[in-house]
């Protein structure tokens, strides 16, 4: 049976925590940026835009609202796809378990997260500083393209409670597809390479995007 929606509520609540704690410092960042050393030589209407673009990226649903939906989303989103990738690279490697199975065990072992966004939690709340460079994207530098964005979109994931949630991922998976302990950990570790790299395309995308030049001030 589906058992997974107690571990994705809990999820959301821990997300949701997060988020608000967040939201306080990230308003405070956008009213402190230093506007450019030349705007007062810029007509009232582009300075108006500057300020206006300050104001937006204070409000409440810069700082707030967008966050909390996009992690909502990738809870479920991750979810799904994580659940459907190790279900597809069980049955390739001999199981008959039902796509459910995968997804229940997936939803449960995703509840270290949850310890994760506690300590992020009480850190912000102690320090008043949001984690910038999260996992292992710490050791890459800034204003990568390429590969090396990829990479550190991939690093950004890397932590001790993915590592975490990998073993107990294994270990259900061993539990619900009926194979040797080889081939159900194969089968993990296949998913969990595919659905890492997945999750990395956003970043890798975001990091040429920047590279772009919009021809605009603010814009």
């Known amino acids: 049976t589906a058992v997974w929606i107690a571990p994705l509520l809990i999820l959301m609540a821990s997300a949701l925590i997060l988020v608000l704690v967040s939201a306080p410092i990230i308003g405070q ?38 966050p909390l939906l996009g992690k909502f989303l990738g809870i479920w989103v991750g979810w799904f796809l994580f659940g459907s990738i190790l279900h597809l690279s069980l049955t390739l490697n001999g199981s008959r378990s039902s796509n459910r199975s995968a ?19 009480v850190y912000i709340l102690a320090t008043r500083q949001l984690i910038t460079k999260p996992g292992l994207s710490g050791f890459m530098t800034d204003g990568l393209t390429g590969m090396p964005a990829f990479a550190t979109s991939l690093l950004s994931q890397v932590d ?29 570790i296949i998913a969990v390479l595919v659905f890492l790299a997945i999750k990395a395309l956003p970043g890798l995308i975001g990091a040429q995007l920047g590279t772009l030049s919009t021809g605009g001030m603010f814009f």
């Not at 108006?48 to 609202?65: H, K, Y």
């Open 29 to 66: 960042a956008s009213q402190g940026i230093v506007p450019p050393e030349d705007l007062q030589y810029y007509g009232p209407e582009t300075q108006e835009q500057f300020q206006q673009a300050v104001n937006i990226g204070a409000s409440p649903v810069v700082t707030t609202v967008f």
């Open 103 to 121: 997804l229940n065990v997936v939803a449960w072992a995703s509840l270290v997260f949850v310890l994760r966004d506690v300590i992020q939690t």
């Open 160 to 188: 001790f409670y993915l590592i975490w949630q990998i073993i107990l991922v294994g270990i259900g998976a061993h539990q619900i597809s009926g194979l040797k302990a080889g081939k159900a950990w194969l089968a993990t």
